[in-house]
């Protein structure tokens, strides 16, 4: 039986705009939910590279102590090397000056040197010769000077002079923390 003139027509719960309305909400919010889950990826990735970047910190830092330590180490050793240079350069300055002091009569077979005292053994023509060119000076320097003699069958002297000193002759370099 038919009442109505007009065909029917089925209905529905939700009309056709209701549908389109609905596929868009939920494409929105896919689309929400998909930038959402790649900001929190990018986020772990970024938390992962900070603490790679802090352990690598802590490792430079570590690496510049060790180099700080080694440039002061470095400083240090270059600094004695220095006061070595100089103290050297004294020791040569004493010797030749020792050496300049020692008249062309007198040969010297031994000598040593000692922070405060000089050891030397040779020969000398006369008694006076070394008494006058080479005992004067040595006292002068030293202040304290004995010598023996010893003759030979030639005519000529053997000696042993021993020269001592209060202070020292030569200073030895001495460490930066004794100097304070």
């Known amino acids: 039986m038919n009442l109505s003139f007009i065909a029917s027509k089925p209905k529905y719960i939700?009309?056709?705009?209701?549908?389109i309305w609905f596929?868009?909400?939920?494409?929105?919010?896919?689309?929400l939910f998909g930038f959402m889950s790649l900001l929190k990826?990018?986020?772990?990735?970024?938390?992962?590279r900070v603490n790679d970047y802090q352990e690598k910190q802590a490792f430079y830092h570590t690496q510049i102590g060790k180099i700080d330590?080694?440039?002061?180490?470095?400083?240090?050793?270059s600094e004695l090397a220095k006061d070595r240079?100089?103290?050297?350069?004294?020791?040569?300055?004493?010797v030749v000056n020792l050496f300049?002091?020692?008249?062309?009569q007198i040969t010297i077979s031994y000598i040593e040197i000692g922070n405060d005292s000089l050891s030397m053994k040779g020969s000398t023509p006369s008694k006076e010769v070394f008494n006058f060119l080479l005992q004067d000076p040595l006292k002068a320097i030293f202040g304290k000077s004995s010598v023996t003699f010893f003759a030979l069958s030639s005519g000529w002297y053997?000696?042993?002079?021993?020269?001592?000193?209060?202070?020292?002759?030569?200073?030895?370099?001495?460490?930066?923390?004794t100097q304070r």
């Open 100 to 104: 300049n002091i020692i008249p062309d």
């Open 41 to 48: 990826y990018q986020i772990f990735l970024s938390k992962a």
């Open 158 to 177: 053997n000696f042993v002079s021993l020269s001592k000193s209060k202070t020292s002759i030569i200073e030895s370099p001495k460490p930066k923390e």
């Open 85 to 94: 240079a100089v103290h050297n350069l004294m020791i040569r300055d004493a």
């Open 23 to 31: 596929f868009y909400i939920i494409l929105s919010l896919v689309i």
């Open 69 to 77: 330590a080694y440039e002061e180490r470095i400083l240090l050793e």
């Open 14 to 19: 939700f009309a056709k705009i209701t549908k």
